[in-house]
């Protein structure tokens, strides 16, 4: 009976962190889209508005235009530099991933009653402890970035 405990509370535990890894996974997914396309678009903007023929009078306008265009361009870059949304993504998807193969295993052993799922606990834990170095290696690398400017 306390393995059948440990097979539910597992697994209402597991289904939690996939809802939640798959939410963050999505949005930054989303995330990295948006900066993409908002970089491919004001870049073909700049060049449109500069490759246009304007008359003496409106040449002024036509700089200052590409200008405010350039500069939404680079603060938008340096957002996706500085929260790098890509790699949170990939990040968050292996590890989306590995806690599916993880619910597969454990669903396969629920379906054997006398199973055991310590191993599988370990398993997990293991996860989220490779989720947490790869996020410390992202924030020791911007760190070290950091200091190397300054």
Do not use: C
């Not at 289904?15 to 939640?20: D, G, N, R, Y």
């Not at 680079?74 to 989306?96: A, E, M, P």
């Not at 199973?115 to 690398?141: G, H, T």
């Amino acid at each position: 009976m306390e393995q059948n405990n440990k097979k539910d509370f597992f697994s209402s535990v597991l289904e939690s962190s996939i809802t939640i890894i798959k939410k963050k996974s999505k949005k930054n997914k989303f995330k990295t889209g948006l900066i993409n396309g908002l970089s491919i678009i004001l870049g073909a903007l700049i060049t449109l508005i500069l490759g246009f023929d304007v008359s003496n009078e409106n040449t002024q306008l036509q700089k200052n235009l590409a200008l405010i265009v350039g500069a939404l361009l680079t603060i938008i870059n340096g957002w996706g530099v500085l929260f790098d949304y890509k790699k949170l993504w990939v990040r968050q998807k292996i590890t989306l991933l590995s806690l599916y193969q993880l619910k597969n295993e454990l669903d396969f052993r629920k379906s054997k009653n006398n199973q055991k799922i310590d191993d599988l606990f370990e398993e997990y834990q293991k996860i989220w402890e490779i989720d947490q170095n790869a996020w410390k290696s992202i924030v020791l690398s911007s760190q070290k970035l950091e200091h190397k400017k300054s």
